[in-house]
C-alpha cells in the first residue's frame, strides 16, 4: 500500500511533552490543518462544512528511527507499571505507527492563501504532523454509548486545578491561548509515574516556554504555573 500526505496539521505544540492523551480533552485547542497543493480543490471537500466533526488518520511521525514497536506497552494511564498487549492500547509504537483523532470542525477557510483549509478544535497531534485521510464523523454509526473500555473504564479522568500568578494572568494578551494552556495543563502533562512536588516541568506550548509545579493542595493535586517566558 502507497500512501502519502493528504495534509499537515498546525498546532500550538512544537515537541510531544504536553499534549494530551486523547483528542477532545481540551476543546479549546486550535489546529489549523492546511493540504497538500495536489489536494487543494475545494471540491473536495464539498458538504464537509455540513458535519460538526471529523475524524484525523495521521501519522505518529515524531517517532521516526526511534524505539520499535514492542506486543506489550505500559499505559501511562496505569502508572507505566502494568503491560498490556499494544492492540489494547493507544501508543504510538505500533506496527504502522498510524493514530485516529476525533476533532470539532470549527469552519473551513475557503479564501487564504494556502486554502482551503480546516480549522478545527480538540487535537491531539504535534505542530506538523502529517495527516493520510480525513472522514466525516458520524453519530448514528460512530457512537457507541453503551461500549465496554476495559481497563479504561475503572480509571477517573483526573483534573488539576491550576493556579496562575495574578502578574502572569494580567500581563497575558492572548486570553484564548492562556485559556487552552490552562486546559492542557488541567489534564496533568507529567509522566503519570512521577510525583515530585519540587520538580520543576517545563513545556512549550505557542511558542511559549511554560514552567509548573504540582503540588498536594487540600481538595487534590494542585499545578502552578511559575512563569510564562
Avoid at 114 to 139: E, F, N, Q, S
Avoid at 193 to 208: C, I, L, Q, T, V
Amino acid at each position: 500500500m502507497d500512501i502519502q500526505p493528504i495534509a499537515y496539521i498546525h498546532t500550538e505544540f512544537s515537541e510531544k511533552f504536553g499534549i494530551p492523551r486523547q483528542s477532545g480533552l481540551a476543546e479549546g485547542l486550535k489546529g489549523r490543518i492546511v493540504f497538500e497543493k495536489q489536494f487543494r480543490d475545494p471540491e473536495a471537500l464539498r458538504g464537509l462544512d455540513g458535519f460538526s466533526h471529523l475524524w484525523l488518520i495521521w501519522e505518529f511521525s515524531a517517532n521516526r528511527g526511534g524505539r520499535q514497536w514492542q506486543p506489550t506497552v505500559r499505559p501511562p494511564r496505569l502508572g507505566g507499571n502494568q503491560h498490556m498487549g499494544v492492540f489494547a492500547t493507544r501508543s504510538p509504537f505500533r506496527p504502522n505507527p498510524l493514530g485516529l483523532s476525533c476533532v470539532e470542525l470549527e469552519s473551513v477557510d475557503w479564501d487564504s492563501s494556502d486554502g482551503p483549509a480546516l480549522i478545527v478544535r480538540g487535537a491531539d497531534l504535534m505542530d506538523g504532523t502529517p495527516v493520510y485521510d480525513i472522514k466525516p464523523y458520524i453519530k448514528y454509526a460512530d457512537s457507541r454509548p453503551a461500549a465496554v473500555c476495559g481497563y479504561v473504564d475503572s480509571l477517573a479522568e483526573r483534573k488539576l486545578q491550576v493556579v496562575i500568578p495574578q502578574e502572569v494572568e494580567q500581563s497575558f494578551a492572548d486570553k484564548p491561548t492562556l485559556a487552552a494552556l490552562c486546559e492542557v495543563l488541567a489534564l496533568d502533562p507529567r509522566p503519570s509515574y512521577h510525583n515530585d512536588p519540587e520538580r520543576e516541568y517545563g513545556m512549550s506550548f505557542a511558542g511559549y516556554n511554560v514552567k509548573f509545579r504540582v503540588k498536594e493542595g487540600e481538595a487534590g493535586p494542585v499545578l502552578y504555573i511559575m512563569e510564562i517566558l
